[in-house]
């Protein structure tokens, strides 16, 4: 199986009391350290995606109890061998799932920052975004695509975020726009051509 990747494009609308309603109590403990109201909304959303992506991809209707594997990332006591992993930005949330380990990650197109550029990207790259005719979408391409590989191997952000790309063998790594103005990479073991990508109203 290839990696499926739910999305929620519309998580400004979601009401953030009746979505509580709807995960977990681990869950609501960790929406309510997020001070914004979007924040709320979109980590709510990418819960509610992973409950559909269960039962859709899997007919789990139950998540049941949880554990937790290499660099703290969690996995169904139950399905071991269901991988998971989720994203959100203001506005959109989104949900990977496959049967080997995934990466995704996805973030708004902001003003670039020089300083933010200098420390994440290595030369070439950043010769690659200055000279870009759309510099800002050109470094989310390549920002989004080492959080990505970096959330697959279960590393999280690292120091050498400038060379993270350069050691990605053997991963496939894909770059899409699911709205304007919005970056998504998805990073997996599995080749990936085409993913299946599933939009869902989390409202619903």
Same mark, same amino acid.
């Given at each position: 199986?290839?990696?499926?990747?739910f999305?929620?494009?519309? %998580?400004?609308?979601l009401?953030?009391e009746?979505a509580?309603q709807r995960?977990?109590?681990? *869950? *609501?403990e960790?929406?309510m350290?997020?001070?914004?109201?979007?924040?709320? +909304?979109a980590a709510?959303?990418?819960w509610?995606l992973?409950?559909?992506? $269960?039962? +859709?991809c899997?007919?789990?209707?139950?998540?049941?109890q949880?554990?937790?594997?290499?660099g703290?990332?969690p996995?169904l006591?139950?399905c071991?061998h269901?991988h998971?992993n989720?994203?959100?930005t203001?506005?959109?949330a989104?949900?990977?799932v496959?049967?080997?380990p995934?990466?995704?990650d996805?973030?708004r197109v902001?003003?670039l920052?020089p300083?933010v550029?200098a420390c994440t990207m290595?030369c070439?790259e +950043?010769?690659s975004?200055?000279?870009?005719?759309?510099?800002?979408?050109?470094?989310m391409?390549l920002? %989004?695509?080492?959080?990505?590989?970096?959330k $697959?191997?279960?590393?999280?952000?690292t120091d050498?975020?400038?060379?993270a790309l350069t050691g990605?063998?053997?991963?496939?790594l894909?770059?899409?726009?699911?709205?304007q103005?919005v970056?998504?990479? $998805?990073?997996?073991?599995?080749p990936i051509?085409?993913?299946?990508i599933?939009h869902i109203?989390?409202?619903m």
């Amino acid at each position: 199986m290839a990696p499926v990747v739910f999305i929620d494009s519309g %998580t400004c609308l979601l009401n953030v009391e009746q979505a509580m309603q709807r995960v977990s109590a681990q *869950r *609501r403990e960790q929406v309510m350290r997020l001070r914004r109201v979007e924040d709320r +909304q979109a980590a709510l959303a990418a819960w509610l995606l992973l409950q559909r992506a $269960l039962q +859709q991809c899997y007919g789990i209707a139950e998540m049941g109890q949880w554990k937790f594997g290499a660099g703290g990332k969690p996995f169904l006591a139950s399905c071991p061998h269901i991988h998971f992993n989720l994203s959100h930005t203001a506005g959109v949330a989104v949900c990977a799932v496959d049967e080997a380990p995934v990466g995704v990650d996805v973030e708004r197109v902001v003003p670039l920052d020089p300083d933010v550029l200098a420390c994440t990207m290595n030369c070439d790259e +950043q010769t690659s975004i200055t000279a870009s005719g759309h510099p800002e979408e050109t470094f989310m391409h390549l920002w %989004t695509r080492k959080e990505a590989l970096l959330k $697959l191997t279960g590393h999280g952000l690292t120091d050498d975020l400038p060379a993270a790309l350069t050691g990605a063998h053997g991963v496939a790594l894909h770059t899409f726009s699911p709205v304007q103005g919005v970056i998504c990479s $998805l990073a997996s073991h599995h080749p990936i051509i085409a993913p299946e990508i599933i939009h869902i109203d989390t409202r619903m």
